[in-house]
């Protein structure tokens, strides 16, 4: 018997506090959040056989995340080898948002280690389409890219960014559907920086060619 997909819904799981954090602070268990939260029910086979890796190596992060709360337990489904625990999301369907900045010092350290897990597997995802020889290098059906753009950006620009990257969001969290067969992963980071101060060498620089014009 296999797992189902989720029913369709809208909203978002807000992981909140240091232990649900740091069960989000592994590649591994991001990747099981990921399948959980498409499907209505399943197990720790068929989470193994969605990412492609052995449920042996599973049971010791899903039990971290159903402690941390993340995902629930569901009954069980008996099989010809044995009883099987199933699970579901907390909120199946939802997308995931992480909550960077508490005020409690352990969460937001939970916070970044989730971040820098999220971050480590978008490389580990480029690679992986890189070599899938399914990866679509330009036109309208592009499906690999990677880039760092820095820019000045007034408040008008910054609601456009933010409209932009919540209807990503909204095409990335929807369930799967017939004709929707290929699965891609979109992983992006938006931050404030502090502008660097030229460095005296360089502003030395810059003075001696103003002067010379």
Known sequence: MSSKPAPAKTGRLHVRGAEELRALGTVVRQEIIDVARHLESFSVSDVAREMGRPADSLYFHMRILERAGLIVAAGERVTQRRPE???????????????YDSGDARADKAALAAVRALLKAAVSDFEAGRASGQAVMEGPERNLWAGRNTAWLSRQDLREVNALLARLSEIFGQPRKPGHDRLCV???????????????SQSRAKTRKAKRR
Not at 186 to 197: F, I, K, M, R, S
């Open 85 to 99: 625990t199933l699970y579901r999301s907390r909120a199946p369907g939802a997308q995931v948002l992480l909550d």
């Open 186 to 200: 979109l992983t992006y980071g938006l931050a404030p920086v502090e502008a660097q101060p030229l460095r005296r």
